[in-house]
């Protein structure tokens, strides 16, 4: 009988099987319990998620799993501890705010592990197919979450776009998946960049068309111009623990499975979809930014930031090379910890629904609630890139990277986005610290033992990265030495 498969390497997924276990273990829990979230629900899932970020971070690289379907390497690593750690503090996130909303159903943290095990698949993998199953496995997980507060017709709204626009962005992505395996023959990313060493392959149309195809389905799933239309309403609609997790995971995720298939199957192909990355990029930054400015709403203005930051990694992705790869795998842990703990602040809004996000009414916040009010000027500090946050470190490796790649046009426009969305970001701490708090009960409530361990770990992260960024650095370059990125 031929082996199809070849030798079964099951460590290299060990982090995705600890996740779906658990994720199985806790509906069994729920459903024992009523379809009611205990506290072993929320333990067994912290513990799941912890689980996985011990077995990535004892990943060790070796040769491609599954007949090359599975990358183990270095960026497999990386991504996989990037992607549990956001799903360690979205769970302690949500810990703090199913509860007081009265969304305690244990399939949430359920859905969140599964998520994040879909999120895995596709930034390991080394074959279309499997990328694919991967990104709609974690889609399909978000459209349910988005809709969590059933009960409020916001968040079913949010669902419905989300679910509907995903879907046409599936289309896209399957259809260009299609055109390239047409050219090529194959959907193994290594195979294709093979292919691509046939001149007649390089310059087929149907290959081009096949890449703008993919990268038009993966810039819906990372927010990028113009594909951003969905990401404000489906933020601000679904409960914010699940915003958080939306706007941190699924774009790191998207943009690992862009360097796989941009950087190991259609390398040779660089010149031409480099140029089409970098319109998006401009695109995307200044358009993200412009929006934000005018926003009045918390949620929708995080929202416009994390498409400019989506930007602001399509710029590494141009630039390429060994500074722009390191650059990616930084920033990707900066915008992650920053956008998690920003997310969880807005979290603690009393009244969310009846405009309580309004950035109007974070108003005298530093002083009602200092520890909060300090991790939020962090977050906003990070995300415009002020040192010594890990977010001003991240922007000078990606810039710095375009520059020493020859794209200076690029780093300009990228250092002038980042100076005009200080204005939104130092808008919110303006109001936090400049402001009198209206009269009344105060707009957040206190942070419980979940919430707080997160805003610190998020903080401390932050701080660590932005102050002493050698150890970062150094695991980010090797991640990337040698692998032709």
């Given at each position: 009988m031929p082996d199809f498969v070849g030798p079964i390497n099951w460590l290299a997924v060990l982090p995705e099987i600890i996740l779906c276990s658990v994720a199985s273990l806790v509906l069994v829990i729920t459903s024992g319990n009523g379809g009611r979230a205990g506290s072993r629900t929320l333990g067994f899932s912290l513990l799941g998620a912890v689980g996985a970020f011990v077995a990535a971070w004892m990943l060790t690289p070796g040769p491609d799993?599954?007949?090359?379907?599975?990358?183990?390497?270095?960026?497999?690593?990386?991504?996989?501890?990037?992607?549990?750690?956001?799903?360690?503090?979205?769970?302690?996130?949500?810990?703090?705010?199913?509860?007081?909303?009265?969304?305690?159903s244990g399939e949430y943290y359920a859905l969140i592990l599964f998520a994040t095990s879909g999120m895995m698949i596709m930034s390991k993998g080394m074959d279309m197919m499997t990328i694919f199953i991967g990104l709609e496995v974690s889609s399909i997980s978000q459209y349910i979450l988005a809709a969590f507060r059933w009960h409020q017709r916001r968040s079913v709204e949010a669902s419905i776009k989300y679910l509907l626009l995903g879907a046409f962005a599936s289309g896209f992505l399957l259809y260009g998946i299609a055109l390239t395996y047409g050219a090529t023959g194959s959907i193994q990313l290594r195979d294709m960049a093979a292919a691509l060493g046939d001149a007649g392959v390089l310059g087929n149309p149907l290959l081009l068309a096949g890449i703008g195809f993919i990268v038009?389905?993966?810039?819906?799933?990372?927010?990028?111009?113009?594909?951003?239309?969905?990401?404000?309403?489906?933020?601000?609609?679904?409960?914010?623990?699940?915003?958080?997790?939306?706007?941190?995971?699924?774009?790191?995720?998207?943009?690992?499975?862009?360097?796989?298939?941009?950087?190991?199957?259609?390398?040779?192909?660089?010149?031409?979809?480099?140029?089409?990355?970098?319109?998006?990029?401009?695109?995307?930054?200044?358009?993200?930014?412009?929006?934000?400015?005018?926003?009045?709403?918390?949620?929708?203005?995080?929202?416009?930031?994390?498409?400019?930051?989506?930007g602001y990694l399509l710029v590494s992705l141009v630039a390429g090379a060994e500074w722009g790869s390191v650059g990616t795998l930084y920033y990707m842990v900066a915008y992650a910890l920053t956008t998690l703990g920003a997310f969880g602040v807005v979290a603690l809004v009393r009244n969310e629904e009846d405009g309580g996000t309004a950035i109007e009414n974070f108003a005298g916040i530093g002083y009602a609630r200092p520890?909060?009010?300090?991790?939020?000027?962090?977050?906003?500090?990070?995300?415009?890139?002020?040192?010594?946050?890990?977010?001003?470190?991240?922007?000078?490796?990606?810039?710095?990277?375009?520059?020493?790649?020859?794209?200076?046009?690029?780093?300009?426009?990228?250092?002038?986005?980042?100076?005009?969305?200080?204005?939104?970001?130092?808008?919110?701490?303006?109001?936090?610290?400049?402001?009198?708090?209206?009269?009344?009960?105060?707009?957040?409530?206190?942070?419980?033992?979940?919430?707080?361990?997160?805003?610190?770990?998020?903080?401390?992260?932050?701080?660590?990265?932005?102050?002493?960024?050698?150890?970062?650095?150094?695991?980010?370059?090797?991640?990337?030495?040698?692998?032709?990125?």
């Amino acid at each position: 009988m031929p082996d199809f498969v070849g030798p079964i390497n099951w460590l290299a997924v060990l982090p995705e099987i600890i996740l779906c276990s658990v994720a199985s273990l806790v509906l069994v829990i729920t459903s024992g319990n009523g379809g009611r979230a205990g506290s072993r629900t929320l333990g067994f899932s912290l513990l799941g998620a912890v689980g996985a970020f011990v077995a990535a971070w004892m990943l060790t690289p070796g040769p491609d799993a599954f007949s090359g379907a599975i990358a183990v390497d270095g960026l497999s690593r990386v991504f996989s501890l990037i992607l549990a750690g956001s799903a360690v503090l979205t769970i302690l996130i949500t810990a703090g705010y199913t509860g007081r909303w009265e969304v305690q159903s244990g399939e949430y943290y359920a859905l969140i592990l599964f998520a994040t095990s879909g999120m895995m698949i596709m930034s390991k993998g080394m074959d279309m197919m499997t990328i694919f199953i991967g990104l709609e496995v974690s889609s399909i997980s978000q459209y349910i979450l988005a809709a969590f507060r059933w009960h409020q017709r916001r968040s079913v709204e949010a669902s419905i776009k989300y679910l509907l626009l995903g879907a046409f962005a599936s289309g896209f992505l399957l259809y260009g998946i299609a055109l390239t395996y047409g050219a090529t023959g194959s959907i193994q990313l290594r195979d294709m960049a093979a292919a691509l060493g046939d001149a007649g392959v390089l310059g087929n149309p149907l290959l081009l068309a096949g890449i703008g195809f993919i990268v038009v389905g993966f810039g819906f799933k990372v927010s990028a111009v113009p594909f951003h239309m969905w990401t404000p309403d489906v933020y601000q609609g679904a409960p914010t623990a699940v915003t958080a997790f939306m706007a941190a995971g699924p774009k790191v995720a998207g943009f690992a499975a862009l360097v796989r298939i941009l950087g190991f199957g259609f390398g040779a192909a660089r010149p031409e979809w480099s140029m089409i990355l970098w319109w998006l990029a401009v695109l995307t930054m200044t358009a993200g930014n412009i929006l934000a400015l005018v926003q009045s709403d918390m949620k929708r203005m995080l929202a416009y930031s994390s498409i400019a930051h989506a930007g602001y990694l399509l710029v590494s992705l141009v630039a390429g090379a060994e500074w722009g790869s390191v650059g990616t795998l930084y920033y990707m842990v900066a915008y992650a910890l920053t956008t998690l703990g920003a997310f969880g602040v807005v979290a603690l809004v009393r009244n969310e629904e009846d405009g309580g996000t309004a950035i109007e009414n974070f108003a005298g916040i530093g002083y009602a609630r200092p520890w909060v009010g300090l991790a939020m000027a962090v977050f906003m500090f990070s995300l415009g890139g002020i040192p010594p946050t890990a977010g001003f470190v991240g922007k000078f490796y990606i810039f710095g990277g375009a520059v020493r790649e020859g794209f200076v046009t690029l780093a300009v426009i990228g250092v002038l986005n980042s100076v005009v969305s200080m204005y939104y970001y130092l808008r919110v701490v303006v109001a936090m610290y400049m402001r009198p708090a209206a009269a009344g009960e105060s707009p957040l409530i206190p942070a419980n033992r979940t919430i707080t361990a997160a805003l610190a770990i998020a903080v401390l992260g932050i701080l660590v990265f932005g102050v002493y960024p050698g150890p970062l650095y150094a695991t980010a370059q090797a991640a990337v030495q040698g692998l032709g990125l």
